[in-house]
């Protein structure tokens, strides 16, 4: 074999490794680059209810404190929790924290996911997904699930199930993140 023939072999192989690492990072991406405390915040889309047509994208709050909740209306513990956000976002909202609740409801019309949102006192905001992509973006593995986003854009809390959003816990990472002072214990909202 002559030095040209090796070569092409040589260039060859390492096609076929450079080929074989794309298809296997595309497969495994969730295991190579896992969503977690620490890593920064994918990019999503969502359809805003309120009657535009319009999208929205993680990007549209850069440089804010987010909390993304992916939620359903068929699911019981994100109810349980909605009173709970609801109260943070009230203590929060005004001081900058931007609540956004993502609904993965497919089979649901977006008047009725309104509607659940106004029966429930919802103030902040709510968008729709019905094609699932946050799910896949975000890795969830059940709802509700939510990630606290820092203003950097790196996520800083990640829980999976609902939560008690009025903890003295969750209530002093807000704080921090917004760069006010802790807060002092209130009533409980608690999860029902």
């Known amino acids: 074999m002559t030095a040209r023939q090796q070569w092409g072999v040589v260039a060859g ?13 595309h497969f495994m991406k969730d295991e190579l680059f896992p969503v977690e405390v620490g890593s920064k915040a994918p990019d999503f889309r969502a359809k805003v209810l309120d009657g535009n047509r319009y999208k929205t994208r993680l990007a549209d709050y850069k440089g804010q404190v987010v909390l ?6 068929y699911c019981g513990p994100c109810k349980d929790e909605l009173p709970s956000l609801q109260k943070l976002h009230e203590e929060y909202g005004p001081k900058g924290l931007k609540l956004v609740a993502v609904s993965i409801d497919s089979y649901v019309s977006e008047d009725s996911i309104r ?11 709510v968008l729709h997904d019905s094609t699932h992509k946050i799910e896949e973006v975000y890795q969830t593995t059940g709802y509700p699930e939510t990630f606290i986003i820092g203003p950097e854009g790196e996520i800083r809390k990640k829980v999976i199930g609902a939560d008690n959003w009025t ?13 006010i002072q802790t807060p002092r214990p209130v009533a409980d909202a608690g999860i029902r």
Do not use: C, P
């Open 167 to 179: 903890s003295q816990g969750n209530r002093a990472l807000i704080a921090q993140l917004l760069g």
């Open 13 to 25: 192989i390492v096609a076929l490794m450079a080929i074989g690492l794309g298809v296997a990072s």
């Open 68 to 73: 993304l909740n992916i939620w359903a209306t």
């Open 115 to 125: 509607k659940f949102a106004d029966h429930y006192g919802i103030t902040f905001e």
